[in-house]
């Protein structure tokens, strides 16, 4: 790794927690650069991969996607050098220099990276992280495990197939909660555990999407004096403070989808209760005036 191109911070998720509102704002702090395509997926994915050219590297989705988005970037949100970080990222081989030179492209400003995927990762990946960026601050969004659930199970079911939340079966939505990869996502404890067990505890912070939809102005506030920028009153009173990012698909959970799993989480929820306090004792409380109703 080359010295001083890590990233100053990482967003680690949760999955469905406002990463991506929260990637925008950063994204618009002058004194803050992140790359034109949100999730990188180094330590989970590419880290690991056997083959790194282009032809290769456009037969897998998860670089299609990106693809896609860089261009969508170039043409809506261009910024100086987004160009050039396509050229690097797309075609470099990927190993932990190509993962810094990333970050090349914001030198003397703080540089960062969101890929939810990481809260799910093992200790050994953690501690690949801690090798590569051993002094990047580590931001956690955490959002009632219920409501993520079903949002996750939404975007997979619903949005990335067409259909309607009326056209896909209870089994199908049994099905996905239960997955390992939906498990995985909603075990916020499990994460922090292997987070502060890999990186110094006090160079992790917990936050709330509760905060996000409520107190937008004061999460903002929490994460850019937590990554030492400038409050800039200009942007945090902006009006997409308040404009939600990825509205399609959300709507209501039935009340037999959303007993089930208050009843999955419940001892979860009473941990992160223990632990968290705040928002997580308003998550417990619903769940069990759910679980009640019954």
């Known amino acids: 790794m080359l010295a001083g191109m890590t990233p100053d911070f990482i967003c680690i998720g949760a999955q469905k927690a406002g990463t991506t509102w929260l990637y925008r704002q950063l994204r618009a702090h002058p004194d803050a650069w992140l790359p034109p395509v949100k999730e990188l997926h180094y330590f989970d994915r590419d880290a ?18 990106a693809f896609a988005e860089w261009l969508n970037t170039l043409y809506r ?15 470099g081989r990927r190993d ?13 400003r703080l540089t960062g990276e969101f890929t939810p995927a990481y809260s799910a990762m093992t200790a050994a990946g953690v501690r690949h992280v ?32 067409g259909r309607s939340v009326d056209e ?13 990869g939906s498990r995985l996502r909603g075990d916020y404890l499990g994460a922090l555990a292997r987070w ?18 409520d107190r937008p102005e004061a999460l903002l506030d929490k994460v850019f004096n937590f990554l ?34 208050s009843s999955q989480y ?27 109703e019954r």
């Open 168 to 180: 896909v079966d209870d089994a199908e939505f049994l099905a996905h909660f239960d997955s390992p």
């Open 228 to 261: 030492g920028l400038d409050t800039y009153p200009r942007y945090i009173q902006d009006a997409t403070l308040r404009t939600g990012v990825n509205p399609g698909g959300y709507c209501s959970m039935p009340g037999r989808i959303e007993h089930h799993l």
């Open 196 to 213: 502060e067990g890999n990186m110094s505890p006090d160079r992790i912070r917990v936050l709330f999407f509760d905060e996000m939809v």
């Open 96 to 108: 932990d220099d190509w993962y810094g030179r990333l970050f090349a492209g914001g030198a003397g």
């Open 77 to 91: 949100h261009r910024q100086p050098g987004d160009l050039a970080w396509g050229r690097r990222y797309f075609t």
């Open 130 to 161: 801690a090798r590569v960026a051993p002094g990047a601050r580590i931001i956690f969004l955490l959002r009632n495990p219920v409501d993520r659930a079903w949002s996750h199970a939404v975007m997979n079911l619903c949005r990335f197939t």
């Open 266 to 292: 419940f001892e979860a929820m009473k941990a992160m209760a223990d632990r968290l306090g705040g928002p997580a004792l308003e998550w417990l409380q619903r769940a069990e005036a759910t679980l009640d």
């Open 48 to 65: 690991h991969a056997k083959r790194h050219g282009l032809l290769d590297r456009l037969a897998e989705a998860g670089t299609r996607h």
